[in-house]
């Protein structure tokens, strides 16, 4: 009898055990318990063994402010992901084993901060160039919106951005991944003349991290900024082969920089980049993220010069802005006139030039051949 008792005692004693095993697998929970003992075989698991959790319904973590982030996670976001190979504890360095103890963090954007710098352990080369952008210096200032690696690249599902080293990105990718901060700028943006082109999939027009690199993006409010603009500019439309493709010519470029605002603006930023310029540049009549065709006829930029010019030039009327050719060099059918006269100089200046030249030759040939006839004579 008392053998019996036994055995349904202990039959007992397993399915409580049992029972309470199974309601703390079914019930939410935290990802982070309170301290306890590790269990064994965890301190280095593989993925499946942080998903037998993290698969489950309703599992949140709940931070002191009383936030609670879902922490379920889909086993094919990884699996899709450019960090399929890698094991959970790669980028989680900070948990070893369950209980996962208190959270490193204080709330949802605070944690997403912290394992963005777990990035670093891989990524060296971008972890230091990014130390000196913007959005670093943003982030060291308190701004805790500043963009940090996962709000670029996602934190489970990790994308690339980069078309140039990964041909199967879309070319409106970082477009639309800076939208998520900068809504307004990206609304002027599709409005503009690359943007425009962009949204038909053109890959040979600039998009954000064209003009702002993901890694290395500075301050464009600056002033070493605004002087780099035209170079930045250049860096298409002095391209021979690229502008040829949709008809543009360079000469864009190149009567911008021969022009006196130009030069000025190129001087500047090679020996003073510190120091104010109130010389036009690109931006300045092109506009910033809403830049409209650059073309003889575009309504926009007519309307637009005047304004741009009475910002340095008060007294300016429509003749000023009129008179000037734009950044295409005159020929007889744009611009007779100018061509005509353009070409007048060119041939008289040589002439007369080397008419001196030659009068001067001869000149110093004579007195030469005087000198020394003299002193034959006193010679003799």
Known sequence: MTARTDVFRAAAMLAALALVVAVALLMPQTAWAQEGTTLPGTANPDNATCLTCHQQEDLYLTFPSGE???VTMDGTDLLGSMHAELNCQQCHTDIAGYPHGEPPADSHRDLQVHYSHSCANCHTDQAMQEVDSIHAQLQAAGVDEAAVCADCHGSHN??????????EVSPTASAEICKQ?????HGQFVDSVHGEALLTGNPDVPTCITCHPAHTATDPRTLEFRLQSPEMCGDCHADQALMAKYGISTDVFDTYVADFHGTTVMLFEK?????PTNKAVCIDCHGVHDIAPATRD??????????RCQECHPDATSNFA???LGHYAPNFETAPLVTTVTWFY????????????VYIGLDAFRHIKDRRGRKKEVQA
């Open 68 to 70: 609670a982030l879902p």
């Open 158 to 167: 990790v994308q690339p951005i980069n078309q140039e080293k990964h041909p």
């Open 181 to 185: 901060c900068h809504s307004v700028i």
């Open 271 to 275: 020996t003073h980049p510190g120091q």
């Open 298 to 307: 575009s309504g926009l930029i007519q309307a637009n010069i005047l304004p």
């Open 322 to 324: 009129a008179s000037w």
């Open 346 to 357: 060119r041939i008289l200046i040589p002439l007369v030039v080397g008419f001196f030249v």
